[in-house]
């Protein structure tokens, strides 16, 4: 307390221009002190103007008062010296570069605390009180410290620009308005300002809106690229086993082979020696029998030769006749692992291209043009199989998975998810892509053949159904007319009823086209789309007992 009663005691015997303790003090008429010196300089730089004021209050004075020093202020000022305070304030509120100056401290100026527009001066904290006491002086306008008043004020009569010119886009004073802008269309500059802060806010709405927009749009792509990486590392994994699974697989059938073949090898082998050992058995004793009648041949006694020839042992029976198989006995086993190394390679140099879920592929040439001929269509045939996993419950399937019937009773399916539960429909069991083409004989009240991603819904909504949602395409066929389905809309198709239907798929031209097959191909419909998932071949059927609907076997 002791300490913030000094500095009100400094601060009431300091000059507000130096910020100093008075020097020579004076006091002007309106009751405000200052160095003899401080006041002299400030109102020395007010003679051209005619008129001078108090840096304080900004009370005008004419003509310029005569100063006399304050005889009792300047003796307890030096009292207040003897005591050892000063004054100075500390370095950091002095003014320095890029900082607005007070305009009324003399010497060595402090910072602005504030700019005044109405004054057109700035103040530090000392010679802003006035704005803050003095009741005139508070209707000024007091604004954060700035360097360019002076642009405020009007270089033509020295007033400040409180107008705004809007046929010449600039700012006036009053007299302006009178004099050069007669006529024009002026308007407060107050009023100017609430016009464009009202197109300023509309500016940053619009451009805070697209801030927005291009914010989400990032998101999106972020969560895009986070999708596109997830999947790729899926596949890289995913391929990665199957093709560990693959050599595991192809290594486990070499052993077998491998064990299967040195197993009959040892069982062939076997029996080669065994017959081998009766044979060399017999040579020994047809040798030991040859030597003892070679003795008995060369006796030259007749009565030693007719006496011993008697005792002559009985050959035994001969071993039957070898019958020697020929050497290339697992020629077989060769040529059976021929064909499936041929089929392989097959599979990897021509059927490749169906690992591809991308639509360009420098290494491939450019799609072929669309077949025309049955002839032609029947290079891309593939053999279909339902899956059982899929089918509805009523539906009996046949001919090795191959043809569905429906039927009255429900068949004994396991629960599985993948099952249709509400629609009289079936999956395929291979899946689709590259390019394919299969054809369908049906029988009966209606059918529906479709292409579907294995996604598709399998409940109760509507989306379960073939071509009622975005993952499935279907011709229909029933009440003697053809209808094409996607995404829930109907096209009617023109055609031939046909009961047999070719379907062919294109998967990376984004191809797939309903033809009626009988001696010639009629196109009835063909779509044009990006398939971003393999396709899978269905079938759905009427609820009249026993249609049929078969994937034809066409190699």
């Avoid at 692992?337 to 021509?350: F, T, W």
């Avoid at 419909?525 to 990006?530: A, G, L, S």
């Amino acid at each position: 307390m002791a300490q913030k009663g000094v500095q009100l005691d400094r601060e009431t015997f300091s000059c507000s221009i130096c910020l100093d303790l008075l020097k020579d003090p004076v006091t002007t008429t309106c009751g405000h002190s200052y160095c003899m010196k401080c006041i002299k300089t400030h109102w020395d730089e007010e003679d051209r103007k005619g008129k001078y004021s108090c840096p304080e209050c900004r009370q005008t004075f004419t003509p310029r008062p005569v100063l006399l020093k304050n005889t009792m202020l300047a003796v307890l000022v030096d009292q207040m010296k003897k005591t050892g305070l000063q004054a100075a304030p500390a370095d950091h509120c002095y003014a320095g570069p890029g900082d607005v100056a007070c305009d009324i401290c003399s010497g060595r100026k402090l910072k602005a605390l504030k700019s005044c527009l109405t004054c057109s001066a700035s103040y530090c904290e000392k010679h802003l009180q006035p704005h803050y006491e003095s009741p005139p002086l508070k209707k000024h306008k007091l604004v954060e410290p700035s360097e360019k008043l002076q642009e405020n004020i009007c270089s033509r009569h020295d007033e400040v620009m409180k107008m705004f010119c809007r046929t010449d886009r600039q700012s006036i004073c009053y007299l302006c308005s009178v004099d050069q802008h007669k006529g024009h269309d002026t308007v407060s500059a107050a009023a100017e300002r609430t016009e464009k802060q009202k197109e300023l806010e509309v500016s940053r709405q619009n451009i805070q809106q697209r801030i927005q927009d291009r914010e989400k749009d990032v998101k999106l792509l972020q969560q895009e690229l986070e999708a596109i990486n997830l999947s790729a590392d899926k596949a890289v994994e995913d391929s990665e086993k199957m093709f560990t699974e693959l050599i595991r697989l192809m290594q486990k059938r070499s052993s077998e082979v491998k064990r299967q073949v040195r197993s009959q090898q040892e069982t062939e082998v076997s029996g080669v020696k065994e017959v081998e050992e009766k044979l060399q058995q017999e040579i020994r004793e047809l040798k030991r029998k040859d030597a003892e009648l070679k003795k008995l041949s060369n006796t030259e006694d007749h009565n030693q030769f007719l006496h011993s020839y008697p005792s002559l042992s009985a050959l035994s029976p001969s071993t039957s006749s070898i019958q020697i198989r020929p050497r290339r006995r697992f020629d077989h086993v060769t040529a059976a692992v021929s064909r499936v190394r041929d089929k392989l390679q097959d599979v990897l140099r021509d059927k490749w291209t169906d690992v591809s879920l991308t639509e360009v592929d420098v290494l491939l040439s450019d799609s072929p043009a669309e077949p025309t001929t049955r002839a032609e269509f029947l290079k891309y045939s593939c053999e279909i199989t339902l899956d059982p996993n899929t089918a509805f419950t009523l539906l009996l399937l046949s001919e090795g998975n191959r043809k569905a019937t429906c039927m009255s009773y429900q068949q004994s399916y396991p629960r599985h998810p993948d099952r249709f539960t509400t629609y009289i429909q079936v999956l395929s069991r291979e899946s689709l892509t590259g390019r394919c083409y299969w054809e369908v004989e049906w029988r009966g009240n209606g059918v529906c053949v479709a292409a579907s991603y294995k996604n598709i819904s399998r409940g109760r909504s509507n989306d379960s159904v073939f071509g009622y949602s975005d993952k499935s395409w279907s011709l229909e066929c029933c009440y003697n007319k053809n209808t094409f389905w996607y995404n829930n809309i109907q096209t009617p198709v023109s055609g031939p009823r046909s009961s047999r239907f070719g379907v062919y798929l294109d998967h990376r031209a984004g191809i797939l086209s309903f033809y009626s097959v009988s001696e010639t191909m009629t196109l009835l419909h063909r779509v044009q789309t990006t398939f971003t998932q393999p396709l899978y071949a269905g079938l759905r059927l009427g609820y009249k007992l026993g249609d049929t609907a078969e994937f034809c076997k066409l190699k």
